[in-house]
C-alpha cells in the first residue's frame, strides 16, 4: 500500500458514502448520500474484473458520457478522499477525468477554469498516452500537471485514489502514490462534486466504464 503522507482521522470518525454498480443490470445503488447522473447511453459490462457499466457517448465531437455527482459532495478542508475503479475503453480522441471538480467546466477544456483536483488524460494537451495529475485553484489559474508512469491503456482496470489535505493533494494508482501537489489546489472552502467522464474529441462513439465509487470526508 502506497505511503499517506497526509493525516487523515481514523475511518470511524469520517462519513463513508459508495455508490456500486449493480451486477447484470444497468443501475447503480448509492449508500450515504444521493445517487449522481448516470448520462447518456449506458450498458452492463460486467467481466472477470468485477461488475461494470459501460458509458458511450455521441459520436459527435465535444460530447460527453458518464457518471457524475452534484457540485455539493465534498470540499478539501473537509480531507475529501474520493476512490474509484475505472476501466478504459477508447484512448484515441478522447479527454477522460476521473475527480473531483467545482463545475461543469471540464466538458470543454483539458484546463477547465474551475477548482479542481483529477486523474486526466487528453489527447489534445497530453502527448504521451499516460494519466496525468490535475490540480485547478479556480477560474483563471493554471493548472499544475504531473505526468504519472502509469498507461493510459484500454481493458486495464485501476483503483484511482485522490486525497485531499489542508495543505497538499495526493494522488494514489492502485495504492501506489503518484503524486503530490502542494503549489497549486482547490480552495479549501470550495464545494467539489466528483465524476467519471469520457469527452469524444471525433465524430465517433467513444466509452469508459465504471464500477464503484467512494466519498470519505468528516
Same mark, same amino acid.
Given at each position: 500500500m502506497?505511503?499517506?503522507?497526509?493525516?487523515?482521522?481514523?475511518?470511524?470518525?469520517?462519513?463513508?458514502?459508495?455508490?456500486?454498480?449493480?451486477?447484470?443490470?444497468?443501475?447503480?445503488?448509492?449508500?450515504g448520500?444521493?445517487?449522481?447522473?448516470i448520462?447518456?447511453?449506458q450498458?452492463?459490462?460486467d467481466?472477470?474484473d468485477?461488475?461494470?457499466?459501460?458509458?458511450a457517448?455521441?459520436?459527435?465531437?465535444?460530447?460527453?458520457?458518464?457518471?457524475?455527482?452534484? %457540485?455539493?459532495a &465534498?470540499?478539501?478542508?473537509?480531507? $475529501?478522499?474520493?476512490? +474509484?475503479? =475505472?476501466?478504459?475503453?477508447? @484512448?484515441? *480522441?478522447?479527454?477522460?477525468?476521473v475527480?473531483?471538480?467545482?463545475s461543469s467546466?471540464?466538458?470543454s477544456?483539458?484546463?477547465?477554469?474551475?477548482?479542481?483536483a483529477?486523474?486526466?488524460?487528453?489527447?489534445?494537451?497530453?502527448?504521451?498516452? %499516460?494519466?496525468? &495529475?490535475?490540480?485547478?485553484?479556480? $477560474?483563471?489559474?493554471? +493548472?499544475? =500537471?504531473?505526468?504519472?508512469? @502509469?498507461? *493510459?491503456?484500454?481493458g486495464?482496470?485501476?483503483?484511482?485514489?485522490?486525497?485531499?489535505?489542508?495543505a497538499?493533494?495526493?494522488?494514489?494508482?492502485?495504492?501506489?502514490?503518484v503524486?503530490?501537489?502542494?503549489?497549486?489546489?482547490?480552495?479549501?472552502s470550495t464545494y467539489?462534486?466528483?465524476?467519471?467522464?469520457?469527452?469524444?474529441l +471525433?465524430?465517433?462513439i467513444?466509452?469508459?466504464?465504471?464500477?464503484?465509487?467512494?466519498?470519505?470526508?468528516?
Open positions: 502506497g505511503y499517506r503522507a497526509i493525516t487523515i482521522p481514523p475511518l470511524w470518525t469520517r462519513q463513508e458514502k459508495q455508490v456500486c454498480k449493480n451486477p447484470g443490470l444497468t443501475t447503480i445503488t448509492a449508500a448520500m444521493t445517487a449522481p447522473t448520462d447518456a447511453t450498458s452492463s459490462a467481466d472477470a468485477g461488475p461494470w457499466i459501460n458509458h457517448c455521441v459520436g459527435t465531437a465535444g460530447f460527453e458520457s458518464g457518471v457524475i455527482s452534484t %457540485f455539493f &465534498c470540499r478539501r478542508d473537509w480531507l $475529501a478522499e474520493f476512490i +474509484a475503479t =475505472v476501466k478504459l475503453v477508447d @484512448v484515441t *480522441a478522447v479527454r477522460l477525468w475527480g473531483l471538480f467545482s467546466a471540464y466538458g477544456s483539458s484546463a477547465p477554469n474551475n477548482h479542481a483529477a486523474f486526466r488524460y487528453a489527447t489534445d494537451v497530453d502527448g504521451t498516452a %499516460f494519466w496525468r &495529475c490535475v490540480t485547478i485553484a479556480g $477560474a483563471g489559474a493554471a +493548472a499544475q =500537471v504531473t505526468v504519472t508512469n @502509469v498507461p *493510459a491503456a484500454a486495464v482496470k485501476h483503483t484511482f485514489r485522490i486525497a485531499c489535505g489542508a497538499s493533494v495526493e494522488f494514489y494508482i492502485d495504492d501506489v502514490r503524486a503530490t501537489h502542494s503549489t497549486v489546489l482547490p480552495v479549501s467539489l462534486g466528483y465524476l467519471v467522464k469520457v469527452i469524444t +471525433a465524430a465517433a467513444k466509452n469508459v466504464k465504471w464500477g464503484r465509487l467512494v466519498l470519505r470526508h468528516k
